[in-house]
């Protein structure tokens, strides 16, 4: 008998710190999840396939790799609020606008507790806010919003 793998989720992890991005790979790792890990929001959008959003407001910020990475599903985006060139919520901003990408759920993090800005971005479509250091308690909220764009996928390919 051949038991049926569970599914496993992308998620797509931003940070602009080292530290950070491996603490926060590391936790998803352990909650059953696949992880690429960028450091800016511009490698975000270009490994989205949003290449074009990228090039129009930083030229100079596109990495010269040839791949992009439009065919990868992606069941989750987690970014860092502070980080330069572009933030989180510009992230988040840029994400939604797009036809393609705008139902991957998306999840800021911070370190710093700012009310107004916690509820900008929740405005603007993310789906959590979490303090950092993140824990795995935070992660297992979000299986249920991987689970929405999975079966979005799923069905959209039907």
């Known amino acids: 008998m051949v038991m049926a793998a569970k599914p496993q989720f992308h998620v797509l992890a931003v940070d602009d710190s080292l530290f950070d991005r491996k603490l926060i790979e590391r936790l998803l790792q352990k909650a059953s999840c696949q992880v ?13 396939g949003l290449r074009e959003c990228v090039e129009i407001n930083e030229p100079d910020a596109v ?6 990475h ?3 599903e992606v069941n989750l985006i987690i970014t860092d609020y502070c980080m330069p060139g572009m933030t989180g919520y510009d992230l988040l901003k840029k994400v939604k ?12 993090m911070s370190s710093e507790n ?6 900008r971005c929740l405005e603007e479509g993310a789906e959590e806010f979490f303090l950092k250091p993140v824990r795995l308690a935070d992660l297992n909220k979000l299986k249920p919003h991987m689970m929405k764009t ?9």
Do not use: M, W
Not at 36 to 48: H, N, Q, R
Not at 114 to 119: E, K, M, N, Q, T
Not at 150 to 158: E, H, I, P, T, V
């Open 97 to 108: 606008e797009s036809s393609a990408r705008k139902n991957i759920p998306v999840v800021i």
């Open 150 to 158: 999975k079966l979005k996928n799923q069905s959209g390919r039907d």
């Open 70 to 72: 439009q065919e990868v």
């Open 36 to 48: 690429t890990t960028v450091d800016s929001g511009y490698k975000a959008l270009e490994f989205l």
């Open 114 to 119: 700012v009310p107004a800005r916690i509820s």
């Open 63 to 68: 990495s010269t790799s040839p791949v992009i």
